[in-house]
């Protein structure tokens, strides 16, 4: 049962360029969504994260809008630069209702090509 | 800058042997979670921990798996019998608080290789 989805298993942008990566979800009770990275050979990485009372929140060049009418959260990574190069998963949780666990999407490879 | 440490960062075993992975959370975190991934799927929830005793498990986490704080720094988890699909990378994650939002931060992980 899959319950965030990430349909895009890879992208790849030019440097300087906007790098969009999107995510849905299917359980209508998350209200807390995070985005993830993840180097190879390492753990994920905290990136930045939304709460669902919000429907943006930035952070330097990280920008997550959510779209809770559609269960739809997107990152939006302006400008792309060749170290931000990795997979990015999107994860969500429902404190209030499935504990503190978070749920993961499969993650998009993100390539910034020089 | 605190952080989640694991050990082993690989470990290679015989089906059917027992292993033990062993992590250290950021110390004034007071949750604490396995998640797995094998490799080229999703990174799945196993467990989370709180106030000494398991707080959420998934299906994966069967009797053959137990987690344990032995003492005040160190959080583990055990693989009784490993099977050959137990083959997959294990992080270790702690959060800060009990409830409410909060991001979890994770090890490096241990990559395990069942043979």
């Known amino acids: 049962d899959q319950q965030v989805k990430q349909n895009s298993p890879s992208l790849s942008v030019q440097e300087g360029r906007i790098s969009i990566l999107n995510c849905d979800y299917t359980?209508?009770?998350?209200?807390?969504f995070l985005w993830y990275k993840k180097y190879p050979a390492e753990g994920p990485t905290f990136l930045i994260s939304?709460?669902?009372?919000?429907d943006k929140n930035e952070d330097g060049r990280f920008t997550v809008f959510l779209n809770k009418s559609a269960k739809h959260l997107s990152l939006h990574i302006v400008p792309s630069q060749p170290g931000d190069s990795a997979v990015y998963f999107c994860?969500?949780?429902?404190?209030?209702?499935?504990?503190?666990?978070?749920?993961f999407g499969t993650g998009t490879s993100l390539t910034v090509i020089p | 800058e605190p952080e989640v440490t694991q050990t082993p960062s690989h470990q290679v075993t015989q089906m059917g042997q027992e292993v033990i992975l062993r992590c250290v959370p950021i110390?004034?975190?007071?949750?604490f979670y396995w998640y797995r991934q094998i490799l080229g799927q999703k990174v799945e929830f196993l467990v989370s921990?709180?106030?000494?005793?398991?707080?959420?498990k998934s299906e994966i986490f069967d009797d053959q798996f137990s987690v344990e704080r032995p003492d005040g720094s160190n959080f583990t988890l055990k693989i009784r019998s490993t099977k050959l699909e137990d083959s997959a990378m294990y992080f270790c994650a702690s959060s800060e608080f009990v409830r409410g939002n909060t991001e979890a931060f994770f090890g490096q992980g241990t990559r395990l290789t069942v043979v």
């Open positions: 110390s004034n975190h007071l949750y």
């Open positions: 921990f709180y106030n000494n005793e398991i707080s959420e």
């Open positions: 939304i709460s669902s009372i919000k």
């Open positions: 359980n209508s009770m998350f209200d807390y």
């Open positions: 994860a969500a949780s429902a404190p209030g209702y499935t504990g503190n666990q978070f749920y």
